[in-house]
């Protein structure tokens, strides 16, 4: 089937804009490599799909990612150069990243505890301007943060982002706004968002890029309610304080998470003191501790009051539903079954709290099961002492041969 966008090399878009190879794909639409006609430069060009026009809703989505480009201007966001949203070939030609998406590049080799608190530090500064403009991005994941060549870190796709004094709400029929995989916890609830739900999405963003895969994975809406049920993991080895500060920003509770500024302040101090100083203090965390922040020793978060756990805010019949119908499927009302994370992780220092999860295998590494009625014995234990034997068995038989051999070689001696 040939695809419903611009035929590249055939035609110049809006008599200026020659497009090239696609460097980015969307639900909506491609991004292009484009070469500017008129001021003789490379572009990155983002143009619609054919289909996307048939709903109003796209093109008003479109134009408002065009109009909040044109609001913004910071070093950390993607330059908007031109963009036209009327007509039948809408666009918007943007400043050409050399580089790749955190996400590609994350598949390859996670990043250190240093490199990852520069790119989170850059990013929280990011955020900070976007949310002094009163807008929030709602959709902050790995593939929509640019990694370029010359070192800067560039967050893009503000498609989905929404002004907090907007009443407008350019959500279609059957779409959730956001990415299952990076939604906050109020989002999947069908909460009003505030700044709050980007600082949670930013952390999952950092705990995917120090691990190299996503805290949660699975079908989009067992991923999405996954959330309000168990809080992300930290399944590798860092320092106490980014622990610490990861587990404030996935908090379930949007008024404990720290805000854009703070975040990125206290992630440009962990990379400024340097590798040798974020190794000091290792800890492997799971992440939020609801009931309280851990104090952390690296980055100072300071402990903070929690509400009780039967006090916390249940997520509504209607928003799971609403979200149940945006996905098309029955219900949400009954969570799903996750499979529990096996990794064996060590508790932060500062939490006195005990695991909540039981290992499914024995310290031995072999797996739990029932207990025999009939001897009144653990069959894991069984297997271990008959893994114990084996070498001693080994060795019986091997001294058993090593005899026979000797005694063979003395009564040849004797007769010969």
């Known amino acids: 089937m040939r695809d419903e966008t611009l035929n590249p090399g055939t035609q110049l878009l809006a008599n200026r804009y020659a497009l090239g190879d696609v460097i980015g794909k969307g639900g909506m639409g491609l991004v292009y490599r484009a070469w500017?006609?008129?001021?003789?430069?490379?572009?990155?060009?983002?143009?619609l799909h054919r289909l996307a026009l048939e709903e109003e809703v796209n093109r008003a989505?479109?134009?408002?990612?065009?109009?909040?480009?044109?609001?913004?201007?910071?070093?950390?966001?993607?330059?908007?150069?031109?963009?036209?949203?009327?007509?039948?070939?809408?666009?918007?030609?943007?400043?050409?990243?050399?580089?790749?998406?955190?996400?590609?590049?994350?598949?390859?080799?996670?990043?250190?505890?240093?490199?990852?608190?520069?790119?989170?530090?850059?990013?929280?500064?990011?955020?900070?301007?976007?949310?002094?403009?009163?807008?929030?991005?709602?959709?902050?994941?790995?593939?929509?943060?640019?990694?370029?060549?010359?070192?800067?870190?560039?967050?893009?796709?503000?498609?989905?982002?929404?002004?907090?004094?907007?009443?407008?709400?350019?959500?279609?029929?059957?779409?959730?706004?956001?990415?299952?995989?990076?939604?906050?916890?109020?989002?999947?609830?069908?909460?009003e968002i505030r700044e709050s739900s980007d600082i949670y999405s930013l952390g999952l963003v950092l705990i995917e890029a120090l691990s190299g895969r996503p805290a949660y994975r699975g079908e989009p809406v067992a991923v999405a309610v996954a959330r309000l049920h168990n809080p992300p993991r930290i399944d590798v080895d860092i320092p106490a304080g980014l622990a610490g500060l990861l587990t404030a920003m996935t908090d379930n509770d949007p008024g404990q998470r720290p805000e854009a500024d703070e975040v990125a302040g206290q992630l440009r101090a962990f990379h400024e003191r340097g590798d040798g100083a974020m190794a000091t203090q290792v800890v492997n965390l799971p992440a939020p501790v609801r009931h309280g922040i851990p104090e952390s020793p690296d980055v100072g978060v300071p402990a903070q009051t929690?509400?009780?756990?039967?006090?916390?805010?249940?997520?509504?019949?209607?928003?799971?539903?609403?979200?149940?119908?945006?996905?098309?499927?029955?219900?949400?009302?009954?969570?799903?079954?996750?499979?529990?994370t096996q990794t064996p992780t060590r508790r932060h220092a500062s939490s006195s709290r005990p695991s909540r999860t039981i290992p499914r295998t024995d310290p031995h590494g072999l797996p739990r099961h029932s207990i025999n009625t009939d001897s009144g014995e653990l069959p894991h234990r069984r297997e271990l002492r008959e893994r114990r034997r084996r070498p001693r068995r080994a060795i019986v038989a091997l001294a058993v041969l090593t005899a026979a051999a000797i005694a063979s070689a003395l009564l040849v001696t004797l007769f010969f």
């Open 36 to 47: 500017d006609s008129v001021l003789e430069r490379d572009v990155a060009v983002k143009v």
């Open 61 to 191: 989505r479109f134009t408002s990612e065009a109009n909040t480009l044109a609001e913004l201007n910071h070093p950390g966001l993607i330059t908007l150069y031109d963009a036209a949203t009327d007509g039948d070939e809408p666009y918007i030609a943007m400043e050409l990243i050399e580089g790749e998406t955190l996400s590609r590049y994350c598949k390859g080799e996670p990043l250190s505890p240093h490199e990852a608190s520069r790119v989170g530090a850059s990013l929280g500064e990011t955020l900070g301007y976007v949310h002094s403009r009163r807008i929030v991005h709602r959709d902050l994941k790995p593939s929509n943060v640019l990694l370029a060549e010359t070192g800067e870190i560039k967050l893009g796709d503000f498609g989905v982002a929404r002004a907090l004094d907007s009443a407008d709400r350019l959500t279609g029929t059957g779409l959730t706004m956001g990415t299952a995989g990076y939604l906050s916890p109020e989002q999947v609830r069908g909460e």
């Open 306 to 340: 929690r509400r009780a756990r039967g006090n916390h805010v249940a997520p509504s019949t209607a928003g799971l539903e609403a979200l149940a119908a945006d996905f098309g499927v029955s219900t949400l009302l009954e969570p799903p079954q996750i499979e529990a």
